[in-house]
């Protein structure tokens, strides 16, 4: 029979990004192209310590059903220590914990968007939720992103050209691709205009805690007087993106409509993760086992930029990030970067090229992101002597 | 500010079986509410050793991304299990891992559907689903369902005057809420009526393996000669709901949609579930273990009835489930059932107002249900001893 899918899915392509890495899963490429966290940042004998107590002691609350909004006690303690950060008000504001920041980034929409609604995000930005957004069919409108963050002026003119914005999406933290952060001025200049225009902020922070450089700027969600922001987080980056756990951190009347969606997607998130979650914030010294991550972070990041520059062409310029899993490669203008692309794979290193990140696949970017968290150091240096290889052949 | 949500979540509210659940969490009140399978079903030493084995041997495998198709050991497994009912077609059908049947039925629809678009289903029927289904805007029409399955007569003429209905949601297999199985010669009238209509059936699959009385039917998947069929499973009732561990099966076509959907939604469903999934298979006798299963539901199924046929009114009429979680127990044409309900719930006995099931909240129902895996022995004599005494006052 012929199978007509729904308008909002029909367009909607797998991320290309999960595509390489299915078709280069097993295979000697190198990845430089995952998002993966590195294996030796997972606190393994934590987890197995927790999950066998956890199955010892109370086996039935990690096999039964519980409520949607999310295991109390982790509730509690991401309450406590959000609100350290200044993310969670608890006069105004509830949390509820959803199957890892992408389902909070796409409840959001699904609650907030009709069909046709826009939805102005930075571009380049994460493409999860870039697919996410469009699932649900809104006019998603790229605004470009600067060293230091989206453009405050294009921005505006954004807001101004598409009235009635409902959301404003963005990662201020070590961006994903392009690994930038943005300035804590830039980051009042959006609420202000958030404020102005009356558009929620969706600000997406799956990274903040691997600030290996540089000063803390405080969340756009801290400034948050009015609640219009909502904060996506996430352990899958400081613990393991395997336990699929994040949390989402906005308004009450915003958080029950998000409990109703989370309800009829997958009733709740798998509760022995959520425990191990608790557990491991309750019993491991999360200061020192952060301090392992970004050291091992800063090592990884310093290690791919140094052999970057030793071995790339001149003409490649690269992002410097303070935090987070990503660098960004830009080619020279007018180069055949997807081509270079599929060169690098075919030679055995596997990056992403940044068509993937645009929010109109026609828009021209010359760059592609590259993952240091994933790869070996080992494979660091040999993939970045292969990339610097084949770009002095076509570039010098 | 003013919150405004989308249209399509605007009217959506929480499960009333999740509130009544939530409101009785930690009370003494009897659980007669809950769709819980019973704590003494969950295998918790299969589920301890395979853990500790798994995070011991594989830690990485468990904690790391993984593809949103699904842990592939696991989807083998299935479709080999599937294959064998007949429910899986390797030359066409494709197999996914979500997180619970719930999400397997909140995407067969979310990438079928378009807002308004037709969408039938047994009335009363489960609740989760039906909003599910709201939650994406489409055009719900509830058709009545009968003692062996739903009025196919009713259901032709709901197709005629919905033409173009997209889907046809159904639960053969010891429905929620009734407890009633559809026989063999409405399945594949439901078939032929598809094929009529050329509409797609989403049979939704939870409790067909804990029979524990009658005669096995085939699924309306086997029937399924033009690929119209979206099969629903799960690991909820004969592993552990707590897990979220689901499938759905269905042409590849429509698999690749709903991978792309599930990619933006959740990335991957928890990968030490999955994992834990696949060794319980694997390792562990199924047929013993359902066989258990199905003596713990057909000793609790056959109390519940006892006593309540003891204690109740003779003017309430049960339902005699063949297998699954549920009785539906019918009050007298014209009772305020809702007000009993409320009445039984301050003399301590939770349950569920039929109300809660129907397709649109104003169609009349005397029924109300009950569930008897999560109650221990003695909740449910003591149960039927306050529902009946209640009764009595009211009818007799």
Redesign the interface.
């Known amino acids: ?1 012929d ?1 007509i ?5 029909s367009a ?4 290309a990004i ?1 595509e390489i ?2 078709a280069t ?1 097993g295979t000697d490429v190198i990845p430089f192209s ?4 590195a ?1 030796e940042a ?1 606190p ?1 004998d934590e ?2 310590r927790i ?2 107590a956890l ?2 002691e109370n ?10 909004e999310g295991y109390l006690p982790l509730r509690e303690a991401l309450k406590k220590r959000m609100k350290k950060e200044g993310c969670f008000n608890p006069a105004t504001d509830d949390l509820i914990i959803v ?2 920041a ?2 909070g980034n ?1 409840l959001s929409c ?6 046709g ?1 826009t939805l102005i995000c930075e571009s380049p930005s994460f493409i ?2 870039l ?2 957004f469009k ?1 649900y069919n809104v006019n998603l409108v790229g605004v470009e992103l600067e060293e230091d963050g989206i453009n405050i002026q294009k921005l505006e003119d954004a807001l101004k050209s598409h009235s009635g914005t409902k959301l404003i999406y963005l990662i201020p933290n070590f961006q994903n691709p392009t690994g930038k952060t943005m300035s804590l001025e830039k980051r009042k200049a959006v609420y202000a205009l958030a404020q102005k225009y ?1 558009s929620f902020i969706l600000e997406d922070n799956p990274y903040g805690e691997l600030r290996f450089e540089g000063e803390f700027i405080p969340s756009i969600k801290t400034m948050d007087t ?3 922001v909502i904060y996506s987080g996430s352990f ?1 980056k400081i613990l ?5 756990v994040g949390f989402v951190i906005a ?1 009450k ?2 958080i ?2 998000i ?3 989370k ?11 959520q425990a191990v979650c608790h557990k491991f914030l309750e019993t491991v010294n999360m200061d020192e086992h952060l301090k392992r991550l970004r050291e091992i972070y800063r090592h990884k990041c310093s290690l791919m930029l140094s052999e970057a520059e030793k071995h790339f062409s001149k003409k490649i310029s690269l992002t410097r990030p303070q935090g987070g899993l990503f660098i960004w490669a830009a080619l020279p203008d007018g180069s055949d970067m997807v081509g270079f692309c599929k060169k690098a794979v075919e030679r055995k290193v596997a990056v992403v090229p940044g068509t993937a990140f645009m929010v109109n696949e026609n828009d021209i970017t010359y760059s592609f992101r590259m993952n240091y968290s994933t790869p070996t150091d080992e494979q660091i240096v040999r993939g970045c002597e292969i990339l610097g290889k084949l770009s002095k052949e076509i570039f010098d």
């Open positions: 029979m199978y899918f729904s308008e909002k899915v909607l392509k797998p991320s999960r890495l299915k899963q995952a998002g993966n966290p294996p997972f393994v987890i197995k999950s066998a199955l010892e086996p039935i609350l990690a096999l039964q059903y519980n409520i949607t199957s890892g992408q389902q796409e699904k609650v907030l968007c009709n069909e609604d999860g939720s697919n996410a699932s009356n009015d609640g219009r899958s393991a993106p395997g336990l699929r308004n009347e915003i029950q409509k409990v109703v969606c309800q009829v997607s997958d009733v709740h998130s798998n509760i022995w993760a």
